[in-house]
């Protein structure tokens, strides 16, 4: 029984750099929207009861809304580690980044109408991601499984091809 192993795209390396460095810049950009919208609520109760309120309700969604995002974010830092050190399951990692991201991001750019220019980066980044994971090469390399080698041929026990 003979056994191939794909070459490894060269497109991964790339891709897993930047999948890194996003999901880095990602969290730093959360952290800072974080404190300042914690600080807008704060100033909010200036305004009296009414505005200190509805801007605490708006914060906190705000806020739960980073959360998910930074939980996005340890997703696709996951996905680039994983697909760094050529584990199979760095395709699917990001692939189930990209579209939660696709859904959530274009739900974001249809209540923000479309100025938020995160969602865009994030929104054309997934698009990239499911059409790089999505190319027979790079299904070839991550479906060869875990063992590093997966059958050329199926044979039988009684194949004497």
Same mark, same amino acid.
């Given at each position: 029984m003979s056994f191939s192993n794909p070459a490894r795209p060269g497109i991964l390396g790339p891709l897993a750099f930047c999948s890194l460095l996003l999901s880095f810049l990602n969290v730093v950009w959360i952290l800072i929207l974080a404190v300042v919208a914690i600080l807008a609520g704060a100033v909010g109760w200036l305004f009296?009861? !009414?505005?200190?309120? /509805?801007?605490?309700l708006v914060v906190g969604l705000f806020v739960l809304m980073l959360l998910v995002q930074s939980l996005l974010s340890l997703l696709l830092f996951l996905a680039a580690w994983k697909t760094w050190r050529r584990r199979p399951s760095g395709r699917s990692l990001h692939l189930t980044w990209a579209w939660i991201? !696709?859904?959530?991001? /274009?739900?974001?750019l249809a209540f923000t109408a479309g100025i938020d220019g995160g969602a865009w980066i994030r929104l054309i980044y997934a698009m990239i991601v499911i059409f790089v994971f999505n190319r027979d090469d790079v299904r070839a390399y991550f479906a060869r499984g875990t063992s590093g080698l997966s059958p050329a041929k199926a044979t039988?026990?009684?194949d004497w091809s």
């Open positions: 009296g009861p !009414v505005v200190g309120v /509805l801007g605490s991201t !696709v859904i959530l991001d /274009l739900l974001d039988a026990v009684d």
